[in-house]
């Protein structure tokens, strides 16, 4: 039986559908294969594309005070305004990364001396001792035996307060400072036995006398290592 007419006689294949005609010209295989359907050349559609959403209003606000603030500032470096904000965010990151440093500093550098500080404990810088020591003994020489002892509490704790101001508060008592942990045993011991008669003095309403006044300044002096006199 013969074959259709337009169809080849040695079983070929049409290349009107976009299909390759066997002994075919290669011009005729490239445009067989270009009207085919089955690979697509032609490019894609560009996907449609999401314009970013605005931001908020206090944003541009705050945006545009920093421009009409700093774009002269950054003419004159030579820089224009969008390289110019940059450098100033970079410039921010830096303070807050130093703010945040300065806040912690003390607290690594308490905890890497907190195992030598915890087993000396804390004892008052001599000087200071030495210092208050001698107001004191000026006012016990006049007989001002209540003053003294009270100028030997007053002084002590704002001797703590400026070495350690995290271990005080407003309302802390004196028999509070003398249980606090950083002090050593001997610290602790002058505290309560100056708090004592502090108190008894402010309370009770009783006098001190040389006696009182002898025993609060010699535990002080034990604490703060500092010699009595002969």
Do not use: C
Request: without cysteine; aromatic residues 8%; charged residues 20%.
């Amino acid at each position: 039986m013969r074959p259709p007419a337009g169809h080849a006689n040695h079983g070929g294949v049409s290349a009107g559908q976009g299909q390759i005609e066997p002994g075919g010209s290669a011009e005729a295989a490239w445009h067989a294969v270009r009207t085919g359907g089955d690979i697509q050349f032609s490019p894609l559609a560009p996907m449609p594309e999401h314009p970013p959403s605005p931001p908020p209003g206090w944003l541009e606000a705050l945006l545009k005070a920093l421009e009409a603030l700093f774009q002269p500032i950054g003419r004159l470096l030579g820089m224009s305004w969008p390289v110019f904000q940059y450098v100033l965010i970079g410039g921010a990151a830096l303070l807050m990364l130093f703010i945040v440093w300065r806040a912690i500093q003390p607290l690594l550098a308490r905890r890497a001396g907190g195992d030598d500080e915890a087993e000396a404990g804390w004892a008052p810088v001599r000087a200071e001792a030495e210092a208050l020591l001698s107001d004191a003994d000026r006012l016990a020489a006049e007989g001002r035996f209540d003053e003294a002892t009270h100028l030997l509490l007053v002084r002590s704790v704002r001797q703590i307060g400026d070495a350690r101001p995290d271990a005080l508060h407003p309302a802390s008592t004196a028999r509070e400072i003398a249980r606090l942990s950083f002090l050593p045993a001997i610290g602790r011991e002058a505290f309560t036995t100056i708090a004592v008669r502090v108190e008894r003095s402010l309370f009770a309403l009783r006098a001190l006398d040389a006696e009182d006044w002898g025993a609060a300044r010699a535990a002080y002096a034990r604490f703060a290592q500092v010699g009595l006199p002969g």
